[in-house]
Every structure is written in structure tokens, then in C-alpha cells.
T-cell receptor, first 116, second 111 residues
Framework: GAVVSQHPSRVICKSGTSVKIECRSL??????MFWYRQFPKQSLMLMAT?????????EQGVEKDKFLINHASLTLSTLTVTSAHPEDSSFYIC????????????FGPGTRLTVL | GQQLNQSPQSMFIQEGEDVSMNCTSS?????WLWYKQDPGEGPVLLIA?????ELTSNGRLTAQFGITRKDSFLNISASIPSDVGIYFC???????????FGGGTRLMVKP
């Protein structure tokens, strides 16, 4: 099956620093990738839709200047949490859309961000 | 917006028992997806349902797409410890540009 990787899997940083998370589709090309945030014991909340070669579409309440998304190629999307604060600590998960569309989303293993 | 309500929120069962969980919505979904998320991992698709009334199995898992297209259930038979995790239902929104996820059912299995 299709594989999506995320790097790093875990990151701990000081408040005020910026953190970049990579999402790669390893064996297929993905025009569209999604970024989710998941707080403990809660569901996945869509943050933004990342489209290759164009600007990301952000969900209501998600600051685009704080969560910078770059989808520079068909196999890589990056999420940069700028000036991270403790409230940004969360589990960030990406997914890549396969040829089958929305029904065929392959999820990455997630990145646990802890901001001290 | 469209919302998916899952129940129960959590279950603690004995190994070998059967499990049933469901997902309901006030609006129609044309596709129902069931995912499992292991602790510290991303979700993995278990079953996809595309037709009202459809009943689909994947090993010990069985899922059904409700006739009204407003609900779906997932059954797990003869549970084993590795069934532990969070089970999410999901479906495409009306615009077809994102998935809506239910709140999840946390399953714990006692050996």
C-alpha cells in the first residue's frame, strides 16, 4: 500500500522557536496533502489543505502566518510552526490524497510537538 | 457544518468479546470510512462503504452503510489485544474537498 512518512516523529523545542515538519509520499505522487492537529483524547481537526504549486487553504481559526505550509513538489509538503508556544504542543498528522481522491487518503505516522 | 457523532466514546472489554460501535449524522453522507488509530500513530483505513445498505467485511471487522445514509456501524468479532486503539468514522463533506471525522471510539481490550 501507499506509504506516507513524516519527519521528525517527535520534537521538543523552546517557546519562540520555529519548527518544520515534513510530509512525504514515498511511492506515489500527491497533488493534495492535508495537515491535521490532534489534541489528547480528541479527534483529528483539519488545519489546512496543501496543494502542489499553489497556496494552501486554511480552515477557519487557523492562522496562516503561524502555520506556514509549502507544497513544493508532488511528494513533499512542509508545515512550519512559527514562534511556537506551549499551546501549540500537539500531535500533527499529515495525509496525502491518492488517485482515488478524498476516499483514498494515506496518513503519515504523525509528529508529536512539545513546546516548553 | 456536517458533524459525525460516534458512540460509545470508549469501551473496555474482555478479550474474545464482540464489539459494536456506531456513527450517526444529521445529514447524508455518500461515503463512510472507518479508520483505526494505534497509539502514537496516524489513522489507517479499515473499511470504505459507498452504497446505502452495503455490508462489508475485512477479516473480523464488519461495517454497514445505513439505509438512510445517515449512519454506519462497525463490528469487531472475537476481539484480541491488538484491537486496542481509537476507531474513527469519517466521510467527505458536501463540497467533496475534505474529510469530516467523528469523535472516535477508544477501545481497550483486557487479555
Amino acid at each position: 500500500g501507499a506509504v506516507v512518512s513524516q519527519h521528525p516523529s517527535r520534537v521538543i523545542c523552546k517557546s519562540g522557536t520555529s519548527v518544520k515538519i515534513e510530509c512525504r509520499s514515498l511511492d506515489f505522487q500527491a497533488t493534495t496533502m492535508f495537515w491535521y492537529r490532534q489534541f489528547p483524547k480528541q479527534s483529528l481537526m483539519l488545519m489546512a489543505t496543501s496543494n502542489e504549486g499553489s497556496k494552501a487553504t486554511y480552515e477557519q481559526g487557523v492562522e496562516k502566518d503561524k502555520f506556514l505550509i509549502n507544497h513544493a513538489s508532488l511528494t513533499l509538503s512542509t508545515l512550519t510552526v512559527t514562534s511556537a508556544h506551549p499551546e501549540d504542543s500537539s500531535f500533527y498528522i499529515c495525509s496525502a490524497e491518492g488517485a482515488g481522491g478524498l476516499d483514498e487518503q494515506f496518513f503519515g505516522p504523525g509528529t508529536r510537538l512539545t513546546v516548553l | 457544518g456536517q458533524q459525525l457523532n460516534q458512540s460509545p466514546q470508549s469501551m473496555f472489554i474482555q478479550e474474545g468479546e464482540d464489539v459494536s460501535m456506531n456513527c450517526t449524522s444529521s445529514s447524508i453522507f455518500n461515503t463512510w470510512l472507518w479508520y483505526k488509530q494505534d497509539p502514537g500513530e496516524g489513522p489507517v483505513l479499515l473499511i470504505a462503504l459507498y452504497k446505502a445498505g452495503e455490508l462489508t467485511s475485512n477479516g473480523r471487522l464488519t461495517a454497514q452503510f445505513g439505509i438512510t445514509r445517515k449512519d454506519s456501524f462497525l463490528n469487531i468479532s472475537a476481539s484480541i489485544p491488538s484491537d486496542v486503539g481509537i476507531y474513527f468514522c469519517a466521510g467527505p463533506n458536501n463540497a467533496g474537498n475534505m474529510l469530516t471525522f467523528g469523535g472516535g471510539t477508544r477501545l481497550m481490550v483486557k487479555p
